[in-house]
């Protein structure tokens, strides 16, 4: 079974890498952490291509269990119907854009989407609202109050908001994101 | 019914409409003729270039672009953006459930509308399908078979479809078309170079790709026709396999990165500002093993190999009075005996000019790479300095963007620990109270008098703690130096300088984070004053130390003469002594039994070595007590202890990025100032680094918890270094002076015998180059050369930063303009939305009221989402054309929208042109994208 796992075949493993900012290494070990989530019978390569890995599954994965946007990025980079669950090609997509290599560019799209809860394209006050409780954590004591939230929210678009629409757009966002010094560095997610 | 729910939805979102609208001044004037112009001339305005674009061939060809790709896309809707493209093309696919799909569709499309506005190939195909998509259909009508054919293969080119060419293009390649499918291939190329970069599902990613490249295939043998076609093909393998190859070497060099994966576990347990300590660590430790390398290679293999043996001269052999004991570990632990006399020392070298047979030239060589140390250290520090500035460029003016940057970068998404991110939650949310609260009392300062009294109470403070920890090391050092003229000194006494500067270290940068606590500084100035004062204590103490040295080796200098007058009369005596007994010669005095001077040089090596090695030993021992068994006995006695161990009084310890970095670098600082009169130095180093890199590894994961007041990996990586820098300056002027101002050793060393070290150079320049350089050399070394060169080089750096200043402001007036101009334009474009959208409104709200309202709401709602969604692009000239283009062609759409319904008002326009202009407002993707699903 140990051989049969981790064997994706050679054009694919070149297309992946192609295709994503990992190496061969890293998709090999994506790969594996992938078909560690699979049930025993699905553990072959090409189940493992097709079959889906449901949200909550992904979920455990260590890296992503203390992220507070963990549901977030899986809906993002699942391209299932109902946005529920993950295949392999989607998962390498995530691990790419989360990877030391990916451009700034991509980072930032995709982080825009990330924080874009209601998936409307602009960032509004809810999903800051959103935003800043996912940041904040759960926890009682770590929330803020109505009128600190609401004073945050309103510097946050005072600052990132140029056109004076009451949202933030991609474009406006990347600006914000591209002046950042941090940014790449912490938005990364290793295997 | 879909129809009914879509108009109550576009009803309801009108009502939503104009307090959306409200703010902007709504004109009256400038649109409405427009609404009673009659169609045609309406439309002209409103893509007022037309007429110039129309005749040619090429921009209608480009123009007709985007409809293949829906045609084709229609059947593969899986991904996103097909769908979007499709739904926002196609004119009459509006069956029930698509209606349904397309709104939740339209909203991802937004985001990434924009995104492919960077991107040329959609960029370019957008602009153009926006307002040319009223023309597609008579345009597609009017087309000959040929032209079809030749622009077909340019929307290949162009298009990302999933569809490969027919066969019967490639039969009928003429000269002409060989060119363009050249141009197409190298398209294709580099659709497959950059498709990594596009923020598509890997589905569609895997579809492009795998069109380009059969395309890719396909053509290139076909290109190049006889001699040609055999290079091509080979120049294109050898290109794929240099690719691959590539591909294979990056894969091989991350493999070959050391620690890579021990970091990163690290990094995903305590975020990245841990791991840039290692991350630090581990260039630290290629530095060393450069320095390593250079003067293991250079200096002490040569010397091991060719020098004299062991024995043969005074300088190599144990003196006699310490043969006995020079094996006894308490005498090797302290450096002394056998090590001593040993090619890790400066003491050991022999002052011969050439070694071995191969005539090396070793003192030469000695001072050389002395310098180069230097030189390649310094070398290294600037260039990762200038790389680190540069990839934060935009650092400078993120001043004005401090919440954006806590809302949005301040997750650091490498933390996999549960801890850890509640840690991170804490300062996150107090990062988000702090700076609510400065910027509500920015300009509020409670009693001013009370804190500038107790800040400079606490400074003061500080100076008297560091002025006292500089006279306990002075007081020490001349201690020490009493103890070794005394005979049998106990171990403490041995190593009071290393134990009293070990403990300092230790125990004063807490008292002064507890006095700093005094000052009430915002706890980033803090931070940064604390890494100032213990950077102030860490370099006081050297300096002292060193001065304290200088006395010493200045006092050795004073008894050389001395000792060197006996050594002289010893061996004088000796060998008269000898010739006069008998004519048989008497063995060589024993060089062991030679009386010889004190070699201060090695003195001050040992003094450094010492130093590094009980650093090393205080370091780990604090890890290993401070954090290890803290952490087990946190772990282990917190099921049988009155209070909780782990949340209240003891807990974990945190990692010290800080402190740990600090000590780093001074550890370093010592090895650059010791490593020229202790060349073995650097070995230890390197072996510190490495043990250290493990051992801190293991201590981290096992007993650590992260700071809580954390130092951002990237921001701090050149504060590093720029200690760093200060540090290598620092240590560089001891031993500079030492080499320039004191004599070396009469009886030890490379050197020994001349007057001063560096004259090494002038002696290989005068022996070993033809004359004339040393007569240029002479001339360069003439002052009167030297003060203009430093002259001119003072004018050059003014000059430069001048230039870069004047830079510097010019970019941020150009970046103030397009501000100015991107706003201006916002507000104008809005203005004539509105504008057109309230006309529409009062005309003829009367006349249609149920088919207007809905329309027009529907184009208002997509003006405005076109509005939001507006990026705000670099290329102002794009962003011009796309808007004022938009802008105009607002109203023509409305008076189209409206004048449909009624039958008879359609007379105003010829047919040809209402037809084509007839479908678009629902199709076109500028616009039509408002398509409400219920």
Not at chain 1, 109 to 136: M, P, S
């Amino acid at each position: 079974m140990g051989s049969s796992t981790s064997h994706l075949s050679k054009e694919l493993l070149t297309e992946y890498q192609e295709l994503t900012f990992l190496t061969k290494q890293e998709i090999l070990l994506a790969h594996k952490r992938f078909s560690d989530l699979l049930p025993q019978e699905s553990r072959n390569v090409e189940d493992s291509l097709r079959v889906r890995v449901s949200t909550e599954q992904i979920l455990t994965l260590p890296e992503l269990k203390a992220n507070p946007f963990r549901e977030r990025i899986c809906r993002v980079f699942s391209t299932a119907p109902e946005r529920d669950s993950l295949s392999f090609e989607d998962f390498l997509d995530l691990f790419s854009v989360f990877s030391d290599a990916a451009t700034p560019e991509i980072k930032s799209h995709y982080a825009f989407r990330i924080f874009d809860f209601d998936d409307d394209g602009t960032l509004n006050k809810e999903d800051l609202k959103q935003l800043v409780n996912c940041l904040t954590g759960e926890g009682q004591d770590t929330q803020l109050s109505t009128s600190e939230m609401k004073q945050l929210i309103e510097n946050i678009l005072e600052e990132s908001d140029i056109d004076r629409d009451g949202t933030i757009n991609l474009s406006e966002f990347q600006h914000v994101i591209s002046r950042s010094p941090d940014f790449t560095s912490s938005f990364k997610i290793v295997l | 019914m879909a129809p009914s729910t879509h108009w109550v939805y576009t009803i309801g979102n009108w009502r939503t409409l104009p307090s959306a609208m409200s703010r902007f001044p709504i004109p009256e004037h400038g649109v409405g003729w427009c609404l009673l112009c009659p169609l045609l001339s309406c439309a002209d305005l409103v893509d007022g270039k037309r007429a110039s674009r129309k005749p040619s061939p090429e921009a209608e060809a480009t123009r007709d672009k985007p409809r293949s790709p829906s045609n084709r896309k229609k059947r593969t809707q899986e991904s996103r953006r097909e769908g979007k493209e499709g739904g926002s093309r196609e004119i009459k696919a509006s069956t029930p459930q698509r209606k349904n799909n397309v709104r939740r569709k339209q909203r991802e499309v937004f985001g990434e509308e924009e995104w492919s506005k960077a991107e040329k190939p959609w960029n370019g195909k957008r602009k153009r399908d926006r307002k040319a998509s009223h023309r597609e259909q008579e345009e597609a009508k009017s087309k000959e078979k040929h032209i079809q054919r030749k622009k077909e293969k340019q929307l290949k080119k162009h298009s990302s479809s999933p569809s490969v060419p027919n066969s019967s293009d490639e039969e009928s390649i003429a000269e002409e078309e060989m060119a363009r499918i050249m141009e197409q291939v190298e398209e294709k190329k580099q659709v497959i170079a950059t498709i990594r970069n596009k923020p598509w599902p890997m589905v569609k990613k895997l579809e492009v790709l795998r069109e380009a490249q059969a395309f890719v295939e396909k053509f290139e043998g076909a290109l190049g026709k006889g001699k040609g076609k055999k290079f091509y093909a080979y120049k294109m393998m050898m290109n794929k396999k240099w690719i691959k190859f590539k591909r294979d070497f990056n894969n091989f060099k991350t493999q070959c990165i050391p620690w890579e994966m021990k970091i990163k576990e690290i990094e995903s347990h305590f975020g990245s500002s841990v791991a840039s300590y290692f991350i630090f660590l581990r260039w630290m430790y290629g530095v060393n093993l450069v320095l390593f390398g250079l003067i293991f290679g250079l200096v002490i293999i040569p010397e091991v190999l060719m020098g004299m043996p062991y024995g043969s001269i005074p300088r190599k052999t144990i003196p006699r009075a310490e043969e006995e004991k020079a094996m006894d570990f308490s005498v090797l632990w302290d450096f002394e005996g056998y090590i001593k006399y040993s090619a890790l020392f400066y003491g050991y070298y022999n002052n011969q000019r050439t070694i071995g047979w191969l005539k090396y030239r070793l003192p030469m060589a000695y001072f050389m790479v002395g310098v180069s140390v230097f030189g390649y250290s310094l070398m290294v520090v600037i260039r990762s300095m200038a790389s680190n500035a540069q990839e934060s460029t935009g650092e400078g003016n993120g001043d004005n963007f401090t919440f954006s940057f806590k809302m949005f970068t301040s997750w650091d998404y490498l933390i996999g620990n549960p801890e850890t991110a509640d840690n991170k939650y804490a300062s996150i949310t107090t990062s988000f109270k702090e700076s609510i609260v400065d910027e509500q009392e920015s300009n509020k300062e409670e009693n001013i008098h009370l804190t500038r009294f107790l800040r400079v109470l606490a400074n003061f403070l500080i100076i008297c703690c560091l002025c006292g920890s500089g006279y306990l090391i002075y007081f020490v050092v001349k201690r020490s130096q009493e103890f070794s003229k005394m005979q049998n000194v106990s171990w403490y006494e041995r190593n009071e300088v290393e134990i009293v500067m070990s403990l300092l270290g230790m125990f004063c940068p807490p008292l002064f984070e507890t006095i700093a606590a005094l000052e009430n500084y915002h706890p980033r100035i803090g931070l940064k004053w604390q890494l100032g004062r213990i950077f102030a204590l860490f370099l006081g103490n050297l300096y002292t130390f060193l001065l304290a040295l200088m006395d010493d080796v200045h006092l050795k200098l004073a008894n050389e003469e001395a000792i060197k007058n006996i050594t002289h009369w010893t061996l004088f005596n000796y060998y008269n002594a000898s010739m006069w007994n008998e004519s048989v010669t008497r063995p060589p005095l024993h060089p062991a039994d030679v009386p010889r001077g004190s070699c201060w040089e090695t003195t001050v090596g040992i003094e450094f070595v010492r130093l590094t090695v009980s650093d090393i030993l205080v370091t780990f021992i604090t890890i290993l007590l401070g954090d290890f068994l803290r952490a087990c006995f946190v772990r282990f006695m917190n099921y049988c202890w009155c209070w909780d161990l782990e949340a209240g009084f003891p807990s974990y310890s945190e990692f010290d990025i800080s402190g740990n970095v600090l000590g780093l670098i001074f550890n370093q600082g010592m090895i650059w100032m010791g490593s020229f009169y202790a060349p073995g130095l650097v070995g230890i180093n390197v072996l510190r680094l490495l043990t250290s890199m493990y051992f801190q590894c293991w201590a981290v994961m096992s007993s650590n918890v992260p700071h809580e007041r954390v130092f951002k990996a990237s921001k701090s990586n050149n504060f590093y270094m720029g200690l760093l820098l200060l540090v290598l300056f620092l240590s560089l002027l001891p031993v500079a002076y030492t080499i320039m101002t004191l004599p070396p050793s009469f009886d030890c060393g490379p050197f020994s015998g001349k007057n001063r070290m560096y004259d090494v150079i002038q002696e290989t320049i005068e022996n070993d180059f033809p004359t004339f350089v040393s007569k240029i050399f002479g001339y360069i070394a003439n002052p009167g050369l030297i003060i203009p060169a430093i002259l001119l080089m003072a004018l050059a750096i003014y000059y430069l930063n001048s230039v870069s200043k004047g830079l510097a402001r010019a970019n941020t007036q150009l970046r103030k303009k397009i501000q100015a101009l991107r706003e201006a334009e916002k507000t104008s474009k809005s203005i004539k939305a509105n504008a057109a959208v309230k006309s529409l409104q009062d005309t003829f709200a009367n006349n249609f009221k149920n088919m207007s309202q809905l329309q027009t709401t529907e184009e208002g709602n997509k003006s405005k989402s076109d509005h939001q969604n507006h990026p705000k692009k670099k290329e102002e000239g794009d962003t011009k054309n796309i808007s004022s283009g938009r802008g105009m062609m607002l109203p023509a759409s409305l008076c189209l929208a409206v004048t449909k319904p009624p039958g008879p008002r359609s007379g105003v326009a010829p047919p040809g042109k209402t037809q084509s202009q007839l479908q678009p407002p629902r199709s076109s993707p500028g616009r039509g994208k408002g398509n409400p699903g219920q």
